[in-house]
Every structure is written in structure tokens, then in C-alpha cells.
């Protein structure tokens, strides 16, 4: 079992290159092995031999692994921890295949993922693509296209509610100033959004109009009670000049016993009721005037508040303006990226793939042109390109024409 173990961890570690004979691998600072023992799973671990040559296990101490086989170091290993056991330990020892002496391919160019990856007897181009990812196709995924659809939504209704706000803001201004109109009527025919707006200003500005009647006719209706008690005061009071005339004449006819006292005493009641009334109608003059300055009072108010209410409509509509003005912005320029990734799409679209395997072979670097049928060996670099048209390959053996996946790929699909 032992013996099977480490044949397998040996296999691991040599070269896959398709050499007639193989030769023991032995240990290299760097290498990883896991130690398994059946007696004892707490013992279980990874061990790394360092960058001096050796490596510790509990109970085994420290040991010079560089340059020993595999085998070698499970019999040191055997030899150290047989004495802390009853019976022989049943010991494993296995080089981890991600040791960085693994044969390894490259991939590079138009795959989504270009990198190295552990090599594999009988891998050929196609396998080195699927492994890296497949072809790179473009940065415009479908998930890319459906958020260019709902950006370019995005964009027309922000386009809209711009030009909506651009022509609130000059009704707005418009409104504040007094004016009627907010452009010509060839101007209005074409803006949608303006003869809207446009509708909404002669609508407040009938609303405008009908307050100011009102406030018209009640400061009429005011005045006119005013001047009604302007008169009926004057004309009291000339009663009242009469009277006391009247007053005069009788009290000189009681100093000269002339008349009775008591028609002295009814004269002076009759002007002191005129003198009444008089008093009562100059408080409702009053009143009335306090009233009339109530109301234009109000009506300014009415009219002040409006103007601060226009006045934030206005500050409101161009904070909007500005931002739906960014959002339309940064809208426009991922447009124009996805427009691009279209443009390198149908570019590509018109392009075929070429497929190239740098290898180093006898001390000099050769790069092969192949189908995606042609053998990878360990080591080998493939570069995935796109190219205008396509050259003679070096042809593999097997079959002699692209397969229906290669022509999907220069296709482009």
C-alpha cells in the first residue's frame, strides 16, 4: 500500500512530456507532502520541506529532505516513529499535486481568462480554451445589453423630464415677472412640454385675475359704505347745528320767561341724540376703514406669499434641471461605451480567430500556427488572436478541416 503511494506521488512530479523513460523525482525546497498515519490521525498534516533542504515532523524531528526520493524520506520516516508505536506504523506519504514542479500550460490573448493551468496527457488547443474560459467574446455581455436597454431608457426619460423642466422653469420666470406669454407661437407649436406649461399659466393667471376682481370689488364695496357714512355724518351734523340754534332760542326765551323750561330741557335730549348718532356712525367709519386696510393687507399677503411660492417651485425645478442634467450626462457616456462594444462586436464579428502555440524547443522559441485539433505539450504557450483572414496552420494529425466549433469561433457566435 505504501509502495503504491509513493508510486503515485512520483508520478505526479515528472514530466509529462512523453519521454520514452522516467527517472525518480527527487525532493526540491518547496515541495509539499502530505503525512498520513493510520494509527495515529492526529499526526495527519502537510509538510513543506524549506528553503535549506529540510523538513520536521513531531516525534520525528527534523530530517534532510532535498534530494531524497519520496520513498527515501518514508523510510527515514518509518525508521524515526517506529519506536513510539507497538506496531509498525502504517505510514503514507504523497507529494501534493499542486507542487510547483507540476507541468504546466499558458494561455493567452482572447480567452476570458488567460493565465496557466496544470497540464494534462493529450490536451490539445480546444482544451487549453475551455480550461482558460473559453473565447473572449466582448466586454457587451447579455447582461451588458439588457443594462444598455434600460439605460437607454433611462436616457429618453431623462431627456424628457429635462426638456419638462426646462419649460416649468420658464413659466416659473415668466409667472414671477407677470408676463402672459412664453414664446411665440411658432416656438409653443413645437415644444410640447411649452404648450403645456403654457396651459398651466393661463390657467393660474385666470385664477390671478378672478382674486384680483374680488379684491377690487370689495375695496368698492368698502368705499362705498365709507362715503354713505361720510354723509349721513354730515348731514347729522348740520341737524345737529340746527338744533343747537334751536337750543339757543329757546333757553333766551326761558331767561326772559318767554317759555316753559321743560321745552328747554326736550330741545337739549333732541341734540344730544343727534349728537348720538353722529358718534355711532363715525365708529362704523372707522370699522369700515379698518377693514378696507385689513383686506388690502390681506390681498398683499395673498400676493407675497405667492411670489415665495414661485420663488421655491423655481429653486426646486433647477436642483432638479442640474441633477436630471447628470443623470442624463452619465448616461449618454455609458451609451457611448456600450456603442463602442457594439462597433468592436460587429468588428469581430468580421474577423477569424488564430490560433498559435509558442514552444521552446532545443534552445530556441518556435510559434506554431494550429487548428484547435493540434496536441499541447507541457510548457507550450497558446495565443488566441483575431486576425483578417487565415493563415496556413501546421496541420495536426487527424482531420484536415476546422470542426464545426472552430467555425463557430470565427464566426464569431
Known amino acids: 500500500m505504501r509502495g503504491m503511494a509513493g508510486l503515485a506521488g512520483l508520478l505526479m512530479c515528472l514530466p509529462l512530456g512523453g519521454a520514452a523513460a522516467q527517472t525518480t523525482y527527487k525532493l526540491k525546497p518547496g515541495d509539499t507532502m502530505q503525512l498520513w ?79 496557466e493551468y496544470p497540464y494534462r496527457p493529450n490536451m490539445t488547443v480546444l482544451h487549453c480554451i475551455s480550461v482558460a474560459g473559453g473565447i473572449y467574446r466582448t466586454a457587451l455581455l447579455p447582461a451588458d445589453q439588457d443594462r444598455s436597454i434600460l439605460v437607454g431608457r433611462q436616457v429618453e426619460q431623462s431627456q424628457a423630464r429635462l426638456d419638462d423642466l426646462r419649460a416649468r422653469i420658464v413659466r416659473l420666470e415668466a409667472e414671477i415677472r407677470g408676463e402672459r406669454s412664453l414664446a411665440k407661437p411658432e416656438a409653443l407649436a413645437a415644444s ?49 347745528e340746527l338744533a343747537r340754534r334751536r337750543l339757543q332760542s329757546i333757553a333766551n326765551l326761558v331767561a326772559k320767561g318767554g317759555a316753559e323750561s321743560s321745552q328747554q330741557w326736550v330741545q337739549e335730549g333732541v341734540v344730544a341724540e343727534l349728537e348720538g348718532q353722529i358718534s355711532r356712525l363715525q365708529s362704523e367709519m372707522s370699522m369700515a376703514e379698518r377693514d378696507r386696510i385689513a383686506e388690502v393687507a390681506r390681498y398683499e399677503s395673498i400676493r407675497q406669499e405667492r411670489r415665495t411660492q414661485l420663488l421655491v417651485e423655481l429653486n426646486a425645478a433647477r436642483l432638479e434641471q442640474d441633477d436630471v442634467a447628470a443623470q442624463l450626462a452619465d448616461g449618454t457616456r455609458i451609451m457611448s461605451v456600450y456603442g463602442q462594444n457594439a462597433a468592436l462586436v460587429q468588428q469581430r464579428q468580421t474577423r477569424v ?61
Open 353 to 413: 480567430l488564430h490560433y498559435n502555440i509558442v514552444r521552446f524547443v532545443e534552445g530556441e522559441t518556435q510559434e506554431i500556427p494550429a487548428f484547435e485539433t493540434t496536441p499541447v505539450l507541457a510548457g507550450d504557450l497558446l495565443r488566441v488572436v483575431y486576425g483578417d483572414s487565415l493563415r496556413e496552420p501546421v496541420m495536426p494529425a487527424g482531420p484536415s478541416e476546422p470542426s464545426p466549433v472552430a467555425r463557430l469561433f470565427e464566426m464569431g457566435q
Open 192 to 240: 410640447p412640454a411649452l404648450q403645456r406649461e403654457q396651459t398651466m399659466l393661463n390657467s393660474r393667471m385666470e385664477a390671478l385675475d378672478l382674486a384680483e376682481r374680488a379684491q377690487t370689488e370689495a375695496n368698492d364695496l368698502l368705499e362705498r359704505t365709507a362715503a354713505a357714512l361720510r354723509e349721513q355724518t354730515e348731514s347729522l351734523s348740520k341737524r345737529v
Open 37 to 115: 498515519i493510520a494509527q495515529e490521525p492526529d499526526l495527519t498534516r502537510d509538510i513543506v520541506i524549506a528553503p535549506d533542504g529540510w523538513l520536521s515532523v513531531p516525534l520525528a524531528g527534523h530530517l534532510k529532505g532535498e534530494g531524497l526520493s519520496l520513498q527515501e524520506l518514508e523510510a527515514q520516516l518509518l525508521d524515526r516513529l517506529k519506536v513510539y508505536f507497538n506496531d509498525k506504523p502504517n505510514l503514507t506519504l504523497m507529494l501534493r499535486p499542486n507542487s510547483p514542479h507540476q507541468p504546466l500550460i499558458y494561455v493567452t490573448g482572447e480567452v476570458v481568462t488567460p493565465g
